[in-house]
């Protein structure tokens, strides 16, 4: 089994009234290659008649982002003309590639009616050869998402890569592996997973015990690579958010909306948008 080489406490950091935790990067870690950003987006309820999730147009370039909409909606636009509305249970998968402009916000309905929103978005880097494919977008509901259930009444939600014999349901560009798991109180899994490959394990609610670790709601855990294999039980009715993927070893350069291999390259992402490079927001 793996070792566990530290655990990694989400921090708060709210925008405007949605209640949001930072899990990565943090102060104790900056990402864990290629995984480089969660938010983890309430839980909360929203009154009717609300304003809905803030995240008007932005730009982005040179990395994918995978949201799991747990409760609640968002609805997705994007300046390559794709649209949807996912509902709880489902996920988006969007590739900025070469760049984009997208929003997330909340359906009218949501807005005009409330309810329960939990949602977590994260950040897969591409790696150098990947980074000015063509923008993609992907909007599942959570009946397009293959769910396999497992003894003890655990079940994986396969997003990506192959879980318990399972295909996910979105092939990406990278061999990123990713899935979202329901554990009743007293269940208990072993998965394989290769020790090269670097582990990404976020506890999203309940209490966990992985490799004879405890691990909570709102803790990242990092792993060596020391083993090839977790085991995970469940102290209490729990979801957890894991991935896997092989590192890529590149040089990473971040600066806001955009991820790239040097800082020239990031010059160039913000002198494409402000000539428009990215498409045109028709919001």
Known sequence: MRTIKQQHRAVSAP??????????????????????FLNHHGPQVYRPNNRGLPFGPHP???????????EGDILHKDSSGHESVIEAGGIQWMTAGSGLI?????????????????????????PAKNKMTAPRYIGLQKDEIPAVTLDGGVVIHAVSG??????GAVQPLADVALAWLE?????????????????????????????????????????????DE???????ASVLLLGHAQPFG??????GPFVMNTDAEIQQAYRDYQRGAFGSWNG
Not at 162 to 167: D, S, V, Y
Not at 230 to 236: C, G, N, Y
Not at 250 to 255: C, I, K, T, Y
């Open 183 to 227: 554990l009743p109180a007293g269940s208990r899994i072993t998965l394989p997973i290769a020790a090269a490959r670097n582990i990404f394990f976020y506890t999203v609610r309940g209490t966990l015990r992985v490799n004879d670790t405890e691990t909570k709601a709102l803790q990242l855990v990092e792993f060596n690579h020391d083993g």
């Open 60 to 70: 982005h370039r040179g990395f994918e982002t995978v949201t799991f909409i747990l």
């Open 162 to 167: 192959e879980w318990a014999g399972t295909a």
């Open 250 to 255: 590149e040089p990473m350069v971040s600066a």
């Open 230 to 236: 977790l085991t995970i039980a469940a102290h209490e």
């Open 102 to 126: 997208h929003a997330e916000v909340s359906s009218e309905n949501f807005k005009a009616h409330g309810g329960p929103l939990e949602i977590l978005q994260l950040w897969v880097n591409l």
């Open 15 to 36: 925008i405007a009234d949605l209640t949001t935790y930072r899990a990565l990067p943090t102060n104790s870690v900056e990402y864990i290659d290629p995984f480089l």
